[in-house]
């Protein structure tokens, strides 16, 4: 029923003979080859997925598969940035394979920084050849610099943050959490909320750091990031 609800919930508002229309008018060759294309980069992002997965756990690819499509489902009907559907990925994980479900959230983070490192490779690749092989005015190429500085600032800060062996503040974030009623009821003290954060918020951050920080993991995430995002812009 809840399926059903949100399924409904997403279709609102669509004028399905408008869409029928535009349906007559569509290409069928193109149409097939950006829905093949679709598909595989998403077979692709799984296989990212599972490559960023396999030491924390033996997952079934298809499996795997079905969690991506609940997430990414989840992720639509979220208002906003779409974000709901990582911490879902992450609790049917744990309750599939019995682990936290903070190192899981760690692996899907790791997973998302790589999607990003490959599609940071394409943005700076694609300013490199517009700042040296195009002819643009002065006032563009600076702005363009800035933006290739503030990418490359950006994964510096992002790399220094994964590998710092420095402990994660979670004491500000404690404390303001603590304030909900909800919160309040579950732990009997703020020692106690501290010790869970600060305990899953070292799953997360180990987990991030042993994936990025693993050779073959990192070249196999890329090449699988690369692959999804030629599909993609394809």
Same mark, same amino acid.
């Not at 479900?101 to 790589?114: E, H, N, Q, R, V």
């Given at each position: 029923?809840?399926?059903?609800?949100?399924?409904?919930?997403?279709?609102?508002?669509?004028?399905?003979?408008?869409?029928?229309?535009?349906?007559?008018?569509?290409?069928?060759?193109?149409?097939?080859?950006?829905?093949?294309?679709?598909?595989?980069?998403?077979?692709?992002?799984?296989?990212?997925?599972?490559?960023?997965?396999?030491?924390?756990?033996?997952?079934?690819?298809? %499996? *795997?598969?079905?969690? =991506? +499509?609940?997430? !990414? /489902?989840?992720?639509? @009907?979220?208002?906003?940035?779409? #974000?709901?559907?990582?911490?879902?990925?992450?609790?049917?994980?744990?309750?599939?394979?019995?682990?936290?479900?903070?190192?899981?959230?760690?692996?899907?983070?790791?997973?998302?920084?790589?999607?990003?490192?490959?599609?940071?490779? %394409? *943005?700076?690749?694609? =300013? +490199?050849?517009? !700042? /040296?092989?195009?002819? @643009?005015?002065?006032?563009?190429? #600076?702005?363009?610099?800035?933006?290739?500085?503030?990418?490359?600032?950006?994964?510096?800060?992002?790399?220094?943050?994964?590998?710092?062996?420095?402990?994660?503040?979670?004491?500000?974030?404690?404390?303001?959490?603590?304030?909900?009623?909800?919160?309040?009821?579950? +732990?009997?003290?703020?020692?106690?909320?501290?010790?869970?954060?600060?305990?899953?918020?070292?799953?997360?951050?180990?987990?991030?750091?042993?994936?990025?920080?693993?050779?073959?993991?990192?070249?196999?995430?890329?090449?699988?990031?690369?692959?999804?995002?030629?599909?993609?812009?394809?």
């Amino acid at each position: 029923a809840i399926v059903i609800f949100f399924f409904l919930y997403v279709l609102r508002g669509i004028e399905f003979r408008e869409v029928y229309e535009l349906f007559k008018t569509i290409n069928l060759y193109y149409f097939l080859a950006a829905l093949l294309c679709a598909i595989a980069s998403l077979l692709f992002w799984n296989l990212r997925w599972q490559n960023s997965l396999n030491k924390l756990a033996k997952v079934n690819f298809f %499996f *795997l598969l079905k969690i =991506l +499509f609940a997430g !990414l /489902f989840l992720n639509t @009907i979220t208002p906003g940035a779409g #974000i709901g559907g990582e911490p879902l990925r992450a609790y049917l994980l744990r309750e599939k394979y019995h682990k936290p479900m903070s190192k899981f959230f760690g692996a899907i983070l790791a997973d998302k920084f790589l999607h990003f490192l490959a599609y940071s490779g %394409f *943005l700076i690749f694609s =300013l +490199f050849y517009i !700042l /040296f092989f195009f002819k @643009i005015n002065v006032s563009s190429k #600076i702005f363009f610099f800035l933006l290739l500085i503030g990418i490359l600032v950006i994964l510096y800060i992002t790399l220094k943050i994964i590998f710092s062996k420095k402990r994660i503040r979670t004491k500000l974030m404690v404390r303001t959490l603590y304030f909900f009623k909800f919160i309040k009821r579950r +732990f009997t003290n703020i020692e106690i909320f501290n010790n869970y954060i600060d305990k899953r918020s070292k799953n997360i951050h180990y987990q991030l750091r042993s994936i990025i920080g693993d050779k073959k993991k990192l070249i196999m995430g890329i090449i699988y990031s690369i692959f999804f995002w030629i599909l993609r812009f394809y």
